[in-house]
């Protein structure tokens, strides 16, 4: 039985406690970070995506992709970071409206000084409470759902 909508009471329940979930664990992963590395959890991923990037490094318009931000996001957050040491920012030389966004030595220890904790805080709120066959049907799911979405930049860059 549906509400008019087309969804039924079960998959409107299976969403209620999906997006619940995802929004307890955000704010559990972001008070995590604040304590243990002083950094917020954009910063976690500005900081991790450019720590796993070629050279630590990234063109500005890579680092929006790879985040799926907005390009307007990662410069403002670019400028925040900026200021507390952890990324720099350069002109890219084959491109005069190119900008690369590069890790900092202390952007590096932040990072790294986060990192054990995220991890052990994700495997304690997610991982250690799911079974390996859940797992995997969570990674399947994911993995179709993210198949029909249009990713964010996409259209941006074209």
């Known amino acids: 039985m549906t509400d ?5 009471e079960t998959e409107w ?6 997006t619940s979930m995802r929004r307890q664990l955000d704010v559990a992963l972001e008070r995590q ?17 450019l720590f796993e990037a ?15 931000w ?18 720099g920012r350069r002109d890219c030389d084959t491109d005069a409206r190119g900008t690369w966004i590069t890790l900092t030595a202390d952007g590096k220890r932040a990072v790294l000084g986060a990192m054990r904790e ?5 495997r304690s709120y997610f ?13 399947a799911a994911s993995e179709r759902v993210l198949g029909v979405i249009t990713p964010v930049n996409c259209e941006e860059s074209q």
């Not at 907005?70 to 990324?87: A, Y």
């Not at 799911?130 to 995997?136: D, N, Q, R, S």
């Open 33 to 49: 970070l604040q304590r243990d590395g002083d950094i917020s959890a954009a910063e976690y991923s500005v900081l991790i995506t």
């Open 54 to 68: 070629e050279n630590r490094q990234l063109r500005a318009r890579d680092l929006a992709m790879a985040l799926a």
């Open 13 to 18: 329940n299976a969403w209620r406690a999906f």
């Open 70 to 87: 907005e390009k307007s996001r990662v410069s403002h957050q670019v400028s925040r970071m900026e200021k507390r040491g952890l990324v």
């Open 118 to 122: 995220h991890s052990a805080t994700i």
């Open 4 to 8: 008019g909508t087309g969804v039924t």
């Open 127 to 139: 991982f250690d409470v799911l079974t390996p066959a859940e797992l995997e049907s969570l990674r």
